[in-house]
């Protein structure tokens, strides 16, 4: 069984940075991670995913060229780091973990493993 502990989420301003985290419980070598995030009355929503193995990342339309996706090994932890935040991305954001037969496209349901969630929360 695989664990997931996301952290990082906070309050920032518009045009903000913050950086997410998820640890794994045991190594994640040939997994999808991926993040989703999601707002109040809003479905989850697929955001990014790596393969831990290759490297190879994928991004939503919504975030791509703001967020960034990278791992570390060593540490078992996959990053999220979101760049120039806007209002609508205020969300409870996810990691999550699949094992790698293609990490897109990134629909929740295709995704076994989850964290807790962290809040992220822009203010204008």
């Known amino acids: 069984q695989l664990h997931l502990a996301d952290a990082g989420g906070g309050s920032v301003q518009a045009g903000g940075s913050l950086k997410l985290s998820c640890a794994a419980s045991?190594?994640?070598?040939?997994?999808?991670m991926g993040w989703f995030r999601q707002a109040p009355r809003q479905e989850r929503e697929g955001l990014a995913a790596i393969t831990t193995g290759t490297g190879y990342t994928h991004y939503a339309d919504s975030v791509k060229g703001r967020f960034t996706i990278s791992q570390d090994h060593a540490k078992n932890t996959v990053y999220l780091q979101m760049n120039n935040l806007k209002p609508e991305d205020t969300a409870v954001y996810y990691c999550a973990s699949r094992p790698a037969s293609g990490c897109a496209p990134l629909m929740p349901s295709r995704y076994n493993y989850w964290g807790n969630g962290t809040q992220v929360t822009v203010s204008s």
């Open positions: 045991h190594s994640t070598i040939n997994y999808c």
